[in-house]
Every structure is written in C-alpha cells, then in structure tokens.
C-alpha cells in the first residue's frame, strides 16, 4: 500500500517561528500536493511539485514556501507564522493528475 | 458560486438507512472523486469515476455526465460510516489539479 507520512500530528507554534511541516511518500510518485483544511471552506491547495526542484503556487500560496530537494519529500514552510496559519495541513501524491491522490494523515497547526 | 457543490452538508442517520450524498460541479470534467475523512483522520481515496456506477461493499457511486451530477450512496448504514466525505472533480483549465466541495458530515447514531 502506498503510505504518505506526515512528520507530525499535532503542532504548536508561536507567532513568527519559522514552521516546516514535512511529508515523504514511498511510491515514487511524482505529483506532491500541500492543502490546507478549514470548516466550511474544504481544502485549498497551497503548493504542488511535479518533479524535483518543481514548485508551482496554489490558490492559496501566501505566506508559504515549499522544498522538494527529493523525490520522496515535500516540504512546506512556513517564513514567519501567524495565527490566520491555524489550520490542519494534508500532503497528497500521485502518479499523475487524474490518477487516485493518497493523503497523509494531516498536521494539526495551532499558532498562537 | 462554488465550482463544486455538496448537499447536504450535514446529515444524521439512523443505523440501517440508507444515505445519498449529492455532488454537483460546474465544471467539464475527466473524472470525479469521492474522499472519505474520519474524525482527525487522513482522507481516503473511496471511488473516481468517469461514467455510469461504481461499487465497493455497501458504498456505491454514480454520476451523470450531461447534468454535472454525482452522487454516493451508502446501504445499511452503520456507525462506523460516520465520517466526512468529499468530491472533487479535475480543474481542466489549471492542469487538472483537483477542487474540492466543501464536504458533508455524516453521523451514523445506533
């Protein structure tokens, strides 16, 4: 089965930390996906690559950065966070675009 | 207006009904997806489909092309149904990358 890992569950930050939120995937695939989960709102994508060093913006890329230094490992950053930043992230991959997307199990962001 | 619509956004059932899940979307498309999230969960990938009927257990998918609708339908609910589902559908236009409905709260009570 594919698995996304999510480097963490749960994270706490303080207005202005740098945050790096990390996701790695074991199916060599090439589309990562970073989406940011709000009520009422589903989820927006924030950035995605499609190969390494590839990086194009989302519908919502402000205030984020992303990594893809290799295949397997897509990064999200975060500059200087603030609390319009709370939110659960999700990273995805896939193969292709129109193919099956798998998900992590999300990071739950609290900046206070 | 949303590019992907969802109805209804929440719903309560009781054990054993049987649930229908609207979709509809604005948008030509390839292909739909439904999701399936449980509470503080990841997402899981239930169906994608491009025409007529899909079936998993006591899951089943449809979609009409012509009217931009789909729909999910679960059989002989069970509590352990309960969960967030979500369609998205490819945006042809931006590479087709996905865009999501906003999602609808299913809870199953016993």
């Known amino acids: 089965d594919v698995k996304v890992t999510q480097s963490s569950r749960y994270l706490v930050k303080r207005t202005g930390e740098k945050v790096f939120l990390e996701c790695v995937q074991d199916m060599d695939h090439e589309n990562m996906f970073w989406y940011r989960q709000d009520p009422g709102l589903g989820l927006r994508l924030i950035y995605f690559?499609?190969?390494?060093?590839?990086?194009e913006k989302g519908d919502i890329p402000e205030g984020y950065s992303v990594s893809r230094e290799k295949k397997e490992r897509f990064s999200l950053i975060l500059e200087s966070a603030s609390t319009n930043q709370t939110s659960m992230y999700l990273c995805a991959s896939n193969h292709r675009f129109l193919e099956k997307l798998f998900f992590g199990s999300g990071t739950q962001l609290s900046v206070l | 207006k949303n590019e992907v619509e969802q109805s209804p956004q929440n719903l309560t059932a009781q054990e054993g009904e049987f649930i229908t899940i609207n979709c509809s979307y604005s948008v030509g498309i390839s292909a739909l997806h439904w999701l399936q999230q449980h509470p503080g969960g990841g997402i899981v990938s239930l169906f994608m489909l491009s025409s007529g009927k899909k079936k998993h257990g006591r899951l089943i998918a449809t979609i009409n092309i012509q009217e931009k609708h789909s729909s999910l339908h679960i059989t002989a609910s069970h509590p352990r149904d309960s969960a967030v589902y979500i369609c998205?559908?490819?945006?042809?236009?931006?590479?087709?990358?996905?865009?999501f409905g906003a999602g609808t709260i299913l809870r199953v009570k016993s």
């Open positions: 998205a559908v490819p945006r042809r236009e931006y590479g087709n990358k996905l865009v």
């Open positions: 690559s499609y190969d390494v060093k590839m990086k």
